[in-house]
């Protein structure tokens, strides 16, 4: 049992959202916070790539360290194993994002170009087979083609596009966070003021 509050918990989405509609304020707080870092990530790239590839270590470290508990769980020695080593590889990737973040992001920004190729290429080959279903498969094609032409532009580029892209990126998607955390402030302000 949780300690009783002053403030009741919801009980619907209505109710939800006029309890957050009274927290706006710390919202758009928020969304002004991840807007400035991102118009701040944008104008360091370099540092926030290293940044980028730092998170990138951390979350690799983690990942390796639950593969190895959890290889403790598995009843066969061979599996066990396999898991054990799984979690170490991810481990020693993650250390190696730490002690060597520009050349672990030129590696990882190659690999980002060729995800991105290779997606925006599966996208386009499976909107051209949903074309005749009448869904909006040109849009589908378009996301396509400029994910690829996006992967080829850092690939053509690379290496030395591993010093800013993996910044750029996440400068990017701050802003947009942001910004996404701001509209909902604005409209839960002008849910709770009607």
Known sequence: MTAATNDPAPHSLGEAVRHLGAKWGWILALGIVFLI????????????????VFVIGIMMVMAGVAEIIAAFSVKSWGRAVLWI??????????????TNPFEAATILTL??????MIGGLVRMFLAWQMRHAGKPWGWVVFSGIISVLLGLIIVAHWPVSSFYTLGIFLGVDLIFIGWGWISIALALKRRAAA
Do not use: K, N, P
């Open 37 to 52: 870092a991102g118009v701040i990530a944008l104008g360091s790239d370099v540092m926030a790539t290293a940044s980028a």
């Open 85 to 98: 080593l799984l979690g170490v590889m991810y481990v020693l990737a993650g250390i190696i994002c730490f």
């Open 111 to 116: 690999f980002l170009g060729l995800a991105l």
